[in-house]
């Protein structure tokens, strides 16, 4: 598989997962990888120093929040011209890099402009997610759907994949109306009123065994009320 690709991954406090992840990505395919580090330590950044051959390290003063490190290491992907695929992952290991290769590939025989990996497909696989969090889970997945119109199942999981147009339109359009998994759903909607092509994968999400997750009922409520937000301004937002 050719090297045109990039992978940003948004990190907080993940020094635990983050050497794993990173070389079960390169069992996989060749790519040039993105972390985009808000931790408030630098343990981090001192396991990405051992590591140098393709690792791009941008570390951040604060937390910022997930959707904006994602835009953050979209923005420096797309300064390179070589790269044509742009992937989003988390670094806890509940998104397979074992997927990746078969992503891809499903990803450009489509001809897609974004490919999810849903949750909420039939031969999809939830392993080890606690009852409060899958309860969150649909509920906001039914409220995306019924508030949004886009169709698709998952409007949630960031274990994306997008071409170089869609990734410009990101951009160039989203992180207005909030910030965390918000801008998930505001992406799906900015891309899908722009006409761009959308799929959807089954993926096997596998809850972290190592960490802490950054989800918290503050982040909960504010994803919410960036649902209800991207609702009232859908019909505004310029694509």
């Known amino acids: 598989m050719n090297s045109n ?13 983050i ?3 990173l070389k079960k990505i390169r069992q996989n395919i060749k ?6 580090d808000d931790s408030n330590n630098n343990l981090t950044k001192n396991i990405l120093k051992k590591i140098k051959t393709n690792i791009v390290y941008i570390k951040r003063n604060k ?8 835009l953050e290491g979209l923005k420096y992907a797309l300064k390179k011209k070589n ?7 988390d670094a806890d290991l509940s998104h397979p890099p074992y997927e990746l290769r078969r992503n891809i590939k499903f990803f450009n025989n489509k001809n897609l402009d974004l490919l999810i990996g849903s949750r909420y497909l039939e031969r999809s696989q ?7 969090r899958r309860i969150f889970s649909k509920l906001a997945n039914f409220l995306a759907r019924f508030l949004l119109k886009v169709p698709c199942s998952d409007y949630t999981n960031g274990y994306r994949i997008y071409s170089r147009g869609a990734a410009n339109k990101i951009v160039e359009k989203c992180g207005k109306i909030g910030d965390g998994f918000i801008i998930l759903s505001e992406i799906l909607v900015v891309l899908y009123k ?11 999400f596998v809850n972290r065994s190592r960490g802490e997750s950054s989800a918290n009922l503050r982040l909960i409520i504010a994803s919410l ?15």
């Open 194 to 204: 722009s006409n761009f092509k959308i799929g959807e994968i089954n993926t096997k």
């Open 83 to 89: 790269f044509e695929i742009f992937v989003e992952m």
């Open 126 to 132: 939830i392993v080890n997610w606690p009852i409060s």
């Open 31 to 36: 790519s040039q990888i993105i972390v985009v």
């Open 5 to 17: 690709i990039a992978i940003i991954i948004p990190a907080y406090n993940e020094s635990e997962n």
């Open 225 to 239: 009320i960036g649902l209800i937000k991207i609702y009232l301004k859908r019909n505004s937002i310029k694509c």
């Open 63 to 70: 937390k910022l929040g997930r959707g904006s490190a994602v």
């Open 19 to 21: 050497k794993d992840l």
